[in-house]
């Protein structure tokens, strides 16, 4: 039995504008190490909310959260982005490359950040990354230069420079046509059954959600049983 790494525990979101709502209801549940799961539901159900509180760039909650065996409820700004640069990797229906740096140097920026390794061995691992997802050939090109599926390939490579133990994903596809929407899909199966890492992610798109190991869908706050 694969082990957990990611404990929610009664998890309640308000938000107070215009007026106080909630929008996460007394959520609870664990994602197994090496899980490919999708987050589902019609907009407003939740999704989105329970991803950044998940992430823990949404701290303005109620409940408990715990990722690797690490409880992160109630730690500091500084605390939470140092775990997540480690940790947690991000890909966003948008990008979010700098345009005025190169591919490499997009995928280098989150290692350099974490100071853990020279320059030489990050942009090592960063041209790995980059070969295995088909790219190398784009290294050197700036990101703007790029077609809308190759930089979502950069995010990827990107998300994977730290070795993090989760891949969190919103609308990772929601940007994409269907030739790449199934690649994107593909290179996350990959990385699932290479056995390093979880993904986590939220999707509009019934054929993700289908061949993921797990779907849990939400409904007017709610996690649906």
Partial sequence: MKDSILSASNLVKYF????????????????????????????????????YVLSTMDTDYEGKLAINGNPLTGKSQNELAAFR??????????????????????VMIPALKM??????EIETKAYGHLSTLGLQDQALKL??????????RVAIARALINDPSI??????????????SQLVFDIFRDIVAAGHQTIIAVTHDEDFAAN???VLELSDGHLLK
């Fill in 16 to 51: 107070h504008e215009p007026e106080t709502f909630q929008v996460l209801k007394d959520i609870s549940f664990e994602v197994k190490r090496g899980e490919f799961l999708a987050l589902v539901g019609k907009s407003g159900s939740g999704k989105s909310t329970l991803l």
């Fill in 85 to 106: 640069n480690q940790h947690i990797g991000f890909v966003f229906q948008f990008h979010y490359l700098l345009p005025e740096f190169t591919v490499l140097e997009n």
């Fill in 115 to 120: 100071r853990r390794l020279s320059r030489e």
């Fill in 143 to 152: 990101a703007s230069k790029l077609s809308g599926g190759q930089q979502q």
């Fill in 167 to 180: 891949i969190m994903g919103d609308e990772p596809t929601g940007n994409l046509d269907s030739k790449n």
């Fill in 212 to 214: 993921c190991d797990r």
